[in-house]
């Protein structure tokens, strides 16, 4: 195999990229200058080397606790729990939470092996029982598949005892959507989920 192939491959094996994409990319590489492509590659293994999930939520940090964890004007008494680091990212770009995260790495799958062990759980269900951050409230932001849901339910059954508020994202409708385009079950959350105006 060539190297233009072997960086092809190893390109194509990035979410979302194909090997259309990715031959693309080798070909802007090869394009562009060598300051170009070293940089790229500097770029690559200082994420390698530096990056790492943080000791108290489990996001991306380049020290023991991520910004997050380490900014004091967030609320500690709010966590929000997502599946993945990328979730986190989603929900703090919005700036209408403040609270602090807690990622899971996963959803409960039983057909695929993970059980609640194999994610960060215990790590959870730690973090409340201590009481040295104050939580209060646990908000459950996993995927709405089956999967996430599952996981939610899961969680709720094994925080409510100690004594912590538990919530769930709301769902519904989108924004701009038109009824005749969406799905029964978005219909149905939304009408379950309704609210006096």
């Given amino acids: ?37 070293r940089r790229l590659a500097r ?15 489990g996001t991306f940090a380049e020290e023991e606790l991520c910004r997050i964890c380490r900014d004091p004007a967030r609320r500690g008494e709010t966590v929000c729990v997502v599946e ?7 929900i703090d770009r919005t700036g209408e939470f403040r609270g602090r995260f807690h990622v899971l790495g996963g959803h409960l799958s039983p057909l695929d092996g993970i059980g609640p062990e194999e994610l960060r759980i215990r790590e959870l269900l730690d973090r409340v029982s201590r009481g040295d951050e104050g939580i209060r409230e646990v908000i459950l932001a996993t995927n709405p598949s089956v999967e996430g849901e599952a996981t939610a339910v899961y969680l709720e059954g094994v925080l409510r005892p100690l004594g912590v508020k538990v919530t769930r994202l709301a769902r519904g409708l989108p924004v701009g959507s038109d009824l005749e385009f969406v799905d029964g079950l978005t219909l149905a959350e939304a009408l379950s989920g309704r609210r006096e105006m």
């Fill in 84 to 90: 993945s680091a990328f979730q986190v990212h989603s």
């Fill in 43 to 57: 770029s690559i293994d200082e994420l390698v080397e530096r990056i790492r999930p943080c000791e108290r939520c």
């Fill in 1 to 37: 195999m060539s190297v233009i192939e072997e960086a092809i491959r190893e390109f194509s094996r990035l979410p979302g990229v194909g090997s259309r994409t990715a031959t693309r990319l080798v070909h802007s590489l090869l394009r562009g200058t060598t300051a170009d492509a």
